[in-house]
């Protein structure tokens, strides 16, 4: 079965902290994994693809296949950083997306 | 370039009653998925469209339907309401399933069914 667990339906830090919002997925084969973000007013969008291997906004996020995870981190929090993260997974090509719950990132000043 | 459209932004039904979502894709874009979020459920997958074939069907009744035409624009479409269809429907594009899984999303339609 294709499920991503997001345990933190909401993280709160302070600008300039590190975050890490957690990503954890069970799949049989080889998926990509994506993280998306949604901000206040915005519609739903990319943020971070597990193949590309790039960092955007300053978030970088690792496949770990033996823990079956995908963790999305940050050194230094900023405020613009606020927003809801969702992670999810997909079977090769062209597929449906299998989304996590969500985690509500607060960034406090 | 224009991203995802979706109309009508807000619809507002009252049980059994049908209604039709519709979505634009991406320029270029063959694939159309359609989501279901709805409050405390998270994003769920509802159809999947590419080149006018539906690919894909996510855990729902048959009432929920859909069809991709020539220009592979989509609509949803959701028979006999109930209430617990209220949520915000979203569409995304991608380019097909030779071009990759990066899914575009548009704004969603919210639907309140009364």
């Known amino acids: 079965a294709q499920r991503v667990t997001q345990p933190e339906k909401l993280l709160s830090v302070f600008k300039g902290a590190p975050v890490e919002l957690k990503c954890n997925y069970s799949?049989?084969?080889?998926?990509?994994l994506f993280w998306y973000v949604q901000y206040s007013r915005q519609r739903l969008q990319l943020l971070l693809r597990?193949?590309s291997r790039e960092s955007i906004k300053g978030f970088t996020a690792d496949l770990n296949k033996g823990e079956t995870s995908f963790h999305l981190k940050k050194p230094f929090a900023q405020e613009e950083d606020s927003a809801m993260y969702y992670c999810a997974l997909s079977g090769q090509g062209a597929q449906k997306l299998v989304f996590g719950q969500g985690t509500r990132l607060t960034i406090n000043p | 370039e224009a991203g995802v459209t979706q109309s009508p932004t807000h619809l507002i039904k009252t049980r059994g009653q049908q209604v039709t979502l519709r979505c634009s894709p991406i320029?270029?874009?063959?694939?159309v998925y359609w989501y279901q979020q709805a409050l405390g459920l998270g994003l769920q997958f509802l159809l999947w469209y590419d080149e006018g074939e539906e690919r894909n069907r996510g855990n729902f009744p048959p009432r929920f339907s859909g069809r991709q035409f020539p220009n592979y624009s989509s609509e949803l479409n959701v028979n006999a309401l109930e209430l617990e269809d209220s949520a915000l429907y979203l569409c995304?594009?991608?380019?097909?399933?030779?071009?990759?899984?990066?899914?575009?999303f548009g704004p969603g339609t919210r639907l309140t069914v009364l």
């Open positions: 995304a594009s991608s380019p097909g399933q030779f071009g990759g899984n990066e899914q575009f």
């Open positions: 320029s270029g874009h063959t694939s």
């Open positions: 597990h193949i």
């Open positions: 799949y049989s084969g080889s998926p990509e």
